[in-house]
């Protein structure tokens, strides 16, 4: 599987951490104020909870990113406007079947 997009999400935020690492937790500082849970109650189809009590969302992709901690140093961009200038854009696949060859940028 192979995702990609402008995900108006910078790499590091909540979207990233719960694509890249399968979960997030409900309690994440991005979700303060903002009513997420319905839709990713929606979209994961549960809200489970760890030994600790906390509560997180959950999916079954293992995803990678192609663009690499190294890449995104010389990477200033992929968003340039008068107010701001960062990575929105993503492209992600499956760890376990795809591995990066190269990117262009």
């Known amino acids: ?3 990609m997009g402008d995900f108006n999400s ?9 694509l890249l690492k399968s979960q997030i937790s409900t309690e994440h500082g991005e979700f303060h104020g903002v009513k997420y849970h319905g839709f990713l109650k929606k979209a994961t189809g549960e809200c489970l909870g760890n030994k600790n009590g906390t509560k997180f969302f959950k999916h079954n992709f293992r995803l990678k990113a192609c663009y690499t901690d190294d ?4 990477l ?6 008068y107010d701001f200038k960062g990575i929105l ?3 992600l696949h499956c760890k376990d079947t795809l591995r990066t060859v190269g990117v262009m940028g």
């Open 71 to 74: 890449l995104l140093d010389e």
């Open 89 to 91: 854009d993503h492209i």
């Open 10 to 18: 910078t790499p590091d935020s909540a979207v990233m951490e719960f």
């Open 1 to 3: 599987m192979v995702v």
């Open 76 to 81: 200033k961009y992929t968003n340039y406007t």
